[in-house]
Nanobody, 123 residues
Framework: QVQLVESGGGLVQTGGALRLSCAVSGRSSSMLSMGWFRQRPGREREFVASVSWSGRSTYYEDSVKGRFTASKDDAASAAYLQMNNLKLEDTAIYYC????????????????WGQGTQVTVSS
């Protein structure tokens, strides 16, 4: 069974940056595509970004392209989401997710989820 634990959330001003981490335990992350989803206030959870099992491919939701970077480090059993130039509308609970192989896309139904970490962007 895979366990995912997010960290790195917090309060940041607009234009600032945060780096979310997702610690993977229970098995190696090497065959897992890692993804990030978020749930903004009053909205359903939505896909944000992902990195393929190999780490060589990524996929981003349009509003975060050029600002967010998804990556993974299998040696550290971790995944990351570097978030730059944060905007008010990025305020959300961010969830780490994992799926078997391939590259997670918005229609993927991940098998594993973390508990979420709050990101709040203030003006």
């Amino acid at each position: 069974q895979v366990q995912l634990v997010e960290s790195g959330g917090g309060l940041v001003q607009t234009g600032g940056a945060l780096r979310l981490s997702c610690a993977v335990s229970g098995r190696s992350s090497s065959m897992l595509s890692m993804g990030w989803f978020r749930q903004r206030p009053g909205r359903e959870r939505e896909f944000v970004a992902s990195v393929s099992w190999s780490g060589r491919s990524t996929y981003y939701e349009d509003s975060v392209k050029g600002r967010f970077t998804a990556s993974k480090d299998d040696a550290a059993s971790a995944a990351y989401l570097q978030m730059n130039n944060l905007k008010l509308e990025d305020t959300a609970i961010y969830y780490c997710a994992a799926a078997e192989g391939g590259l997670m896309v918005p229609t993927t139904d991940p098998a594993y989820w973390g508990q979420g970490t709050q990101v709040t962007v203030s003006s």
